[in-house]
């Protein structure tokens, strides 16, 4: 019984980090980092407990009351724009003996009764109402120390709210760092911004929240086999060398990372991703810079990962095999849900002055080829969870992943105008490791 | 306006369903169908039923599900290939008339699904509130809305139909 007690003790989990940080340095990981009770933990406390985490987008709160209730790891947080116009986010736990105060997924509310005691929250968090104040507290009840709990840092960047659960972690202007950059290519289209239609889809995947981020990141490589569905219809592009047209770029330290693909040279793909004339003339005014609109000329397809779980996809894509492509832009969040669990998050955002006419046309383009039924995004959900089902034994424990690809060959590209570590092809998995040195950095502190 | 042939109308379309006959399925559409499964979310009683307007899980015409069962034509749509296990029980039928040609038909939905070897299995439960047409073809579907009963989507992708 002690030999089966040592080898499950002293942390298989841990174990695993070493030998994760031991493969990494040679392009590998070990596969049961997908499907380990431990690594899900430690994930919960190291990362999600530190990071900043998307929370919304403030287009879905525009007016004073307005909330969604959204998560960062297990915590539920109701983030509103209280009367003054402040964003907040209130943990959603009575003070008194912890009842969700807010049980909807969104809403407006000047108020937040709990439903248990009775306790009753203005929309900034203070508590306001005691039921029986006087007979049962004595009036001695200090209703300012019992507001509901902040969340310890909040902040957003260009409309896109963060919060983190760490009251010493770094600024978000810090955590995102030179990923800015490229949040400017889809935020900073037009000067009245984004905004987010209808609400996000939410769906289970029986598979580790790393697997989406993992894929957006950097993997353009995918496209051609798991997507191949798509490219026999046209969907998808179908010369197998398209990623070569691309640029592969990650921010050092702050595991961030996107891909970012053009047309071929001989292919006459429209520029600025196929957008229609009043946006790329909004473009041209909005972007901070002119290298900006330089690189947002070329671009058809554009994936990324904001670290740890925010991806973003910004692609001209057709909404059936008939019609022309147009270009969508989706937000989704890879929520770890428990080991091998996640639950996905997806959004469909597009620029608030755009013509109807687009916005509809973009919208139909997005549902049709990713969140829940779309047609790419169907078989991603069956890659991430076979693989999650497979890295569950023993044997994943020592089969390693391959994440090697352009690791010896590459030279960062000299030419490119924007910041980070580019390497001109988006044929690699520097973005990858990038963004899990960052993911063992946090996991190990 | 005879409710057995109505009837008739579902079991037989459920059948095409969970047989993977999809082309025979798309025969049962107009051209001009709309089919709809919106997004919902949870709100308190006073709000109504939460069906958002302008996000659904489906907004499909007759290009888009002609697309989709292309894609399960070709060799690589791995999301149902192997293919899913479903059952559609098609119950509670309620038929109402709209006009000559048109009735409103609501059905509830318990779909069944399983993949693979997995013990496992996603439910999926759903009103559907459909418009039917009489054509020289018989009936055909010209419009269906699906409700489902649930704000968070318990299976990993819609690959399947309602």
């Not at chain 1, 984004?194 to 995947?205: N, S």
């Not at chain 1, 057709?318 to 969508?328: E, I, K, N, Y």
């Not at chain 1, 994943?396 to 690791?407: D, K, P, V």
């Not at chain 2, 939905?109 to 020289?136: I, K, Q």
Request: hydrophobic share 40%; net charge negative; with cysteine.
């Amino acid at each position: 019984m002690t030999i089966y007690a040592q080898s499950r003790s002293g942390g298989e989990g841990t174990h695993l980090l070493e030998e994760a940080r031991r493969q990494l340095a040679v392009g590998e990981l070990p596969g049961a980092i997908y499907h380990d009770p431990e690594i899900f933990e430690l994930e919960m406390e190291k990362i999600f407990a530190r990071a900043w985490v998307y929370l919304a987008h403030e287009s879905e709160i525009p007016n004073a009351g307005d909330y969604v209730v959204r998560y960062i790891g297990r915590d539920s947080f109701i983030l509103i724009r209280d009367e003054n116009g402040n964003v907040r986010a209130h943990f959603n736990m009575c003070r008194h003996r912890g009842m969700q105060v807010c049980r909807s997924e969104m809403g407006n509310a000047s108020h937040f009764r709990c439903p248990y005691h009775g306790w009753t929250y203005r929309n900034d968090g203070t508590l306001v109402g005691v039921p029986a104040g006087k007979e049962a507290y004595g009036d001695r009840l200090n209703k300012e120390a019992w507001g509901l709990i902040p969340i310890p840092r909040l902040d957003q960047y260009n409309g896109m709210i963060f919060g983190s659960l760490d009251p010493k972690a770094p600024s978000l202007d810090e955590w995102l760092g030179d990923m800015k950059w490229y949040l400017d290519l889809f935020t900073r289209r037009s000067a009245a911004g984004l905004e987010v239609i209808g609400a996000p889809h939410r769906w289970m995947i029986d598979a580790d929240w790393k697997l989406g981020a993992d894929n957006f990141v950097g993997d353009a490589y995918h496209t051609l086999m798991t997507h191949r569905s798509m490219v026999e219809l046209g969907l998808a592009p179908r010369d197998p060398q398209f990623a070569m047209y691309g640029e592969h770029v990650h921010i050092p330290g702050k595991g961030h990372g996107l891909g970012m693909i053009g047309a071929p040279p001989n292919i006459p793909l429209p520029p600025f991703w196929g957008y229609p004339e009043e946006i790329v003339r909004s473009l041209k005014e909005n972007y901070p810079s002119e290298a900006h609109v330089r690189v947002a000329e070329k671009l058809n397809f554009v994936h990324g990962t904001v670290f740890p779980n925010l991806s973003i996809l910004n692609v001209m894509i057709g909404r059936d095999h008939v019609h022309p492509p147009t270009p969508m832009l989706t937000f989704r969040l890879w929520h770890p849900i428990a080991p091998g669990k996640m639950e996905v998050w997806s959004w469909f955002l597009v620029e608030k002055d755009a013509p109807e006419w687009f916005k509809e046309q973009s919208r139909l383009t997005y549902l049709r080829t990713f969140g829940t039924s779309g047609v790419f995004e169907q078989d991603d959900a069956e890659m991430w969870r076979g693989i999650t089902r497979a890295a569950g034994g023993e044997m994943a424990r020592r089969n390693r992943m391959n994440y090697q690809m352009g690791m010896d060959h590459l030279a960062p590209d000299p030419n490119w105008p924007g910041p980070g570590v580019a390497y001109p092809l988006d044929y690699a998995e520097a973005n990858q490791r990038n963004f899990y040195a960052l993911w063992l950095e946090m996991l190990e502190a | 306006m005879d409710a057995l042939e109505i009837l008739n109308f579902l079991h037989h379309e459920a059948h095409l369903l969970d047989a993977g006959k999809f082309n025979a399925w798309l025969e049962l559409l107009t051209d001009d169908i709309r089919y709809r499964v919106p997004v919902r979310v949870t709100r308190e009683r006073e709000h109504g039923p939460g069906i958002i307007d302008h996000m659904s899980h489906y907004e499909e015409d007759r290009y888009s599900l002609e697309m989709r069962i292309k894609r399960l034509e070709t060799e690589a749509a791995w999301a149902e290939d192997p293919p899913s296990r479903t059952r559609h029980f098609v119950t509670n039928v309620r038929v109402e008339p709209i006009d000559d040609r048109h009735v409103r038909v609501y059905s509830n939905l318990l779909l069944f699904r399983s993949r693979g070897d997995s013990p496992n299995f996603d439910l999926l439960s759903a009103e559907r509130v459909d418009v039917l047409r009489r054509t020289d073809g018989g009936w055909k579907l010209a419009a269906r809305e699906v409700v489902l009963d649930v704000s968070t989507v318990p299976t990993h992708n819609l690959a399947i139909l309602f």
